[in-house]
């Protein structure tokens, strides 16, 4: 199995994987005109030079050894470079009444743009038929070495969305308690426009702080929680150095996740390395070339990593542990 960047001959491949994401999905593009406008952003973003970079997404496939492609995962840089990207921050209000020997601690809500030039992690997607052997590490982690090896692409701060709490009817408590009093549509509907634009976002949602605790318990209550297909992915993020930081997506109350890029075991700790001298019986992520040439592969032996990287035993490689 390997990473690289998506082509658009892979477009149809893309649509078949895309149809079986859940409706909760709505990052991957489900209709061939969207899928292949994303296909081609890529592609341009990874022609670029550094210093021509403006709001970027670098999209990666995962590509088993028949050539069937399992996964897709994406980086979205510059966050609020041509819209504002929201969510909500929560803190602590606490208010004291002496005379009656009163306190209330409470939590409130503001809706802020605090991630502006940050990029994000999104749209990791797996083929539900291909979970396991390792994939969704390789998949999630290709970013990070997408990150290492191309660094002056990439921000000093990394995001991700969690995607939010809904019951076995993909019913948000969050959106039918808040964001559908303003938007007046479905929460998928909303999501998705949020896509095209975020700018709607400000234009409904109130601009005072919104106390919790007058939301309906069971709004209250996954404010900050990862769905329960999410949880695997969170766990993956944390084990490289994200951490929840009290801000929450607008539309299902999910948790955002953050960390600094070099802070980022991964990729903080790749190096340069050729095929002779990868330190062999470590485990760990392996990438060749930069822009479309980008590749990762799970480090085994040399004989399966030349093969699957097409790579000569003198190409500059990058490694970097995991384990």
Request: with cysteine.
């Amino acid at each position: 199995m390997l990473v690289r960047p998506c082509r658009q001959e892979d477009l149809d491949a893309l649509i078949a994987l895309a149809a079986k994401a859940g409706r909760g999905l709505t990052t991957v593009p489900r209709t061939t005109e969207a899928m292949a406008a994303r296909i081609d952003a890529s592609i341009q973003s990874f022609a670029k030079a550094a210093n021509t970079l403006t709001a970027e997404t670098y999209m990666l496939v995962l590509e088993e050894d028949n050539g069937d492609l399992s996964g897709i995962s994406a980086i979205y840089t510059n966050l609020g470079y041509d819209q504002p990207f929201y969510s909500y921050r929560l803190s602590r209000h606490a208010a004291v009444a002496p005379e009656i020997n009163v306190r209330a601690d409470v939590s409130v809500m503001s809706l802020v743009n605090d991630f502006h030039g940050y990029a994000e992690l999104g749209t990791l997607f797996l083929d539900p038929d291909r979970r396991g052997g390792g994939r969704g590490t390789l998949l999630s982690f290709s970013r990070f070495m997408l990150m290492a090896a191309m660094p002056d692409q990439f921000g000093d701060h990394i995001m991700a969305e969690m995607r939010g709490w809904t019951d076995d009817q993909g019913r948000s408590p969050f959106w039918e308690a808040l964001g559908r009093k303003f938007f007046h549509m479905e929460f998928a509907d909303a999501d998705a426009l949020s896509g095209i634009s975020n700018r709607f976002i400000a234009d409904l949602m109130p601009k005072v702080p919104i106390y919790t605790a007058l939301l309906p318990d069971d709004a209250q209550a996954v404010i900050g929680k990862t769905h329960d297909q999410t949880l695997p992915a969170r766990r993956l993020l944390e084990k490289q150095g994200f951490r929840f930081e009290n801000q929450v997506d607008v539309f299902d109350g999910g948790p955002c996740l953050e960390a600094r890029r070099m802070d980022i075991p991964v990729v903080r700790g790749a190096a340069d390395a050729t095929l002779a001298t990868l330190p062999y019986g470590q485990p760990g992520l392996v990438s060749a070339g930069t822009a479309q040439a980008f590749r990762v592969m799970y480090a085994a032996d040399s004989g399966t990593l030349a093969k699957g990287l097409d790579i000569s035993d003198t190409e500059p490689l990058l490694f970097s542990p995991i384990g």
